[in-house]
């Protein structure tokens, strides 16, 4: 049996390393910084916004997916992986995402490669709505390889006080829509890669076609993560929701538990959705436990809405406006902030 540990991803230490940031880095906020670390993105009043308007910005990477791109030798997506990772997690806290920032690292310039990491990053931010301002790329010779790199993103939005969403603002009875992915998205790589790939051979099983899938597993894992942003942004101005929680790394309970009051839980149906053939197809591979998979992978799911149940048949019209496929997999009860995985009741 393969675990995401056993692949060499730790979230027990990683969860351990949040809490000495978060009793470290208070004392760097000076009353400026609204909330807690912990959540999707920051809070930072706007200094002249009399209390009413927050700065929002968050950062992230594409994880081990580069390693997927650089076996192809296809860079085109994962800059709108970038993107995405960064303003569904500020879009998530009620703000429209502003601009964006890139991180680029190599080992040796390939300039045909950054141009297509660049496109991708650029075409992220038109979907994202949001502008590409600068960003840096550093050689690092001594730190990378001649062919490795590495990809981060900062993204900052602004959101006024009484469009905040999240926990403040969920209510018992709220029922949960869920959101379809595109696969994978940009996370679980790890666990991925331990699966499928022996030290030898990824390119050539990358290329190998699976009919299950319609496609080769190459271009299923490259499929770039949905930006969500847009649609969350039009469901804020519209006061449809009161909570959404992007569905990355520690899946659906990690993800899901940050937008919970501690007196709340979410039940989530997990039959209530077509979880898609990849996720299957990791699972059996690897002999994985189904807990594992949902604590590791979106399962089919890349964002959850927390929203009143007579906004239900609205947010999904607007949804399918955007492209996005809609269900609804459970709903907020009185507990002590968890997510609890079950069947449907009868």
Not at 184 to 202: A, D
Request: contains cysteine; aromatic residues 8%.
């Amino acid at each position: 049996m393969v675990t995401y540990k056993k692949a060499g991803v730790d979230d027990q230490k990683a969860e351990a390393l949040v809490r000495f940031i978060k009793e470290r880095a208070a004392k760097s906020f000076q009353r400026k910084m609204a909330g807690d670390i912990g959540f999707f993105a920051g809070f930072v009043p706007v200094p002249t916004g009399a209390g009413r308007s927050f700065l929002v910005g968050g950062c992230d990477g594409v994880g081990t997916k580069i390693l997927i791109a650089k076996a192809l030798e296809k860079y085109d997506t994962i800059g709108i992986d970038l993107v995405a990772m960064n303003c569904n997690d500020v879009a998530v806290c009620g703000a429209t995402p502003l601009l964006f920032l890139d991180y680029l690292a190599v080992g040796k310039l390939k300039i045909e490669r950054e141009k297509k990491i660049l496109e991708g990053i650029i075409k992220g931010c038109e979907i994202a709505g949001c502008a590409l301002i600068g960003g840096e790329t550093a050689q690092m010779p001594d730190v990378y390889s001649e062919d490795d790199f590495d990809l981060a993103g900062f993204c900052v939005g602004i959101v006024d006080r009484d469009k905040m969403i999240g926990p403040a603002k969920v209510k018992e009875g709220d029922i949960l829509l869920g959101i379809g992915s595109n696969g994978l998205h940009s996370n679980g790589f790890s666990l991925v890669r331990k699966v499928f790939f022996p030290k030898r051979g990824i390119k050539r099983m990358l290329f190998d076609y699976k009919a299950d899938l319609g496609r080769s597993l190459g271009e299923e894992f490259l499929r770039p993560t949905f930006i969500y942003s847009p649609l969350i942004v039009d469901l804020v101005k519209r006061n449809l929701i009161h909570a959404a929680a992007h569905i990355t790394g520690g899946g659906i309970p990690g993800n899901l538990s940050r937008i919970l009051p501690e007196n709340m839980d979410a039940e989530v149906y997990t039959d209530s959705w077509n979880v898609p053939c990849v996720f299957h197809m990791i699972r059996e591979s690897g002999s994985i436990k189904t807990r594992e998979m949902f604590n590791v992978f979106n399962m089919g799911i890349g964002l959850i809405l927390s929203v009143s149940s007579h906004n239900k048949e609205n947010i999904k019209s607007i949804a399918r406006k955007f492209g996005f496929r809609v269900f609804q997999i459970g709903v907020i009860c009185r507990g002590k902030g968890r997510v609890v995985l079950i069947k449907k009741p009868a």
